[in-house]
Every structure is written in C-alpha cells, then in structure tokens.
C-alpha cells in the first residue's frame, strides 16, 4: 500500500465511451501526476497538478482530460479514446511540483475496444 | 530534447552475486535521480534517490551518481530472486521526472 490508490484496476472500453480514472492519495502531497505506460516504451508523463493549477500538459490529445479538484484527488476523463490508447495509466504523487520521491499508485490497465 | 538511456536486458545473474544496472541522462541540469521497481503487472516502486556525487547504500541498494559523465548506476549486493524486476531509471529537471525503459534483471536460483 503505497498511499496512492487508483480505481478503477481494469477497464474495457469501446471507443464511443466515456469513462473517468481516479486517483486519491493520503500522503499530504501537493502535486499530482498522470503518467502513461505502453509495452516496450518509457513511462511518458501527461499532466501535472500543483496545488490543484495544472503546470504541465504534454502534448496529451484533447481525448484525454484531467481534473484536479483538490489537492488529493485527481481524474482522467476519456473519451473517444482510440486502441492505440490502450495501456498501463499511472498516477502519482509527491510532496512538491518540484520533484522530490514520487509515489506511485497501482495503475488501471484500460484496453479499447 | 531530455533523455534517458538504460540497456533493456535482460541481465541476468546467479544468486548470491552483484547485480550492476547503468543509466545515462542527457540534461546536465538534472539535480535528482531515482530508481525504482517494478515487478511484472504492477506499478513503479520507489528504492532509492539520490542528490549528490558518489554512493548512497540503502541495505543491499547502492545508487552511485556521477554529474560529470552523466550517468548513475545502481548495485544490488546478494541479488535474490525477488530481485528480478525491471529497475526504472527516473531523472528530474524542473517539474518533469523522465524515465528511461527500464533493465529487466532476473537473478536466477
């Protein structure tokens, strides 16, 4: 149990869908990751929240959008993903923006259909 | 354009032995440096960081770090073989952790 948790684990979309991941940590960090990891590639980095205020998008296609309500929670909404979007997503979190230890959680592993 | 680089692998080695893992950067401004592991289906995990030039142990973990060449390195004395994993090189600059693929180890009874 690393503090980090994500929900859903797995899930099976169509690609006319639309589905939310969640992310919820309870270390007291103040910044918040989404990283993507696809078979045979690094871990690639989407967004980071700092304080709620989104200070990174990486060139992330509009299909995928984020939501950080607070400071210990944080979404990814989907839709019309395409199966090329299949893969392990990754949350994380760490004290500051500024990057010390990242903690990440268990991942939900999305395939599209 | 940051990057970094890890042999895939795998390396493998016998029980008991040393296990040497290698990461290069391209970024000289880096200024922090982590490893972590991962098991087969499960998320990055977490061993060791490290902030300044030389070694850091960490029980059987040694993170070595050298700004001048670029490179940090990671040593597991008595490798087990819950050892194998693929060990992720991460290094930071400014609000952005890149992770290199990764080396498969698998340390064999």
């Known amino acids: 149990e690393t503090g980090v948790t994500q929900t859903p684990r797995h899930l099976v979309m169509g690609m006319t869908n639309k589905k939310s991941l969640k992310c919820e940590q309870h270390l007291g960090h103040n910044a918040m990751y989404w990283y993507k990891q696809s078979a045979k590639k690094p871990l690639e980095l989407m967004f980071v929240?700092?304080?709620?205020?989104?200070?990174e998008n990486n060139s992330v296609p509009s299909r995928f959008s984020p939501e950080c309500p607070n400071s210990s929670h944080l979404f990814l909404h989907l839709h019309t993903l395409q199966p090329e979007d299949s893969a392990l997503y990754l949350c994380?979190?760490?004290?500051?923006?500024?990057?010390?230890?990242?903690?990440f959680g268990q991942g939900t592993r999305l395939t599209v259909v | 354009q940051k990057e970094v680089e890890q042999n895939s692998g795998p390396l493998s080695v016998p029980e008991g032995a040393i296990a040497s893992l290698n990461c290069t950067y391209s970024d000289r401004g880096s200024q922090s440096f982590f490893w972590y592991r991962q098991y087969s289906g499960k998320s990055p995990e977490l061993i060791m960081s490290i902030y300044s030039n030389g070694d850091k142990e960490d029980g059987r973990f040694t993170a070595q770090l050298n700004k001048a060449s670029q490179y940090v390195s990671l040593l597991i004395r008595d490798s087990q073989p819950s050892d194998s994993a693929t060990y992720l090189c991460a290094v930071e600059l400014g609000s952005t952790l890149t992770f290199g693929k990764g080396t498969m180890l698998l340390v064999s009874p």
């Open positions: 994380a979190s760490s004290k500051g923006s500024y990057i010390t230890e990242a903690f």
């Open positions: 929240y700092s304080l709620e205020e989104r200070v």
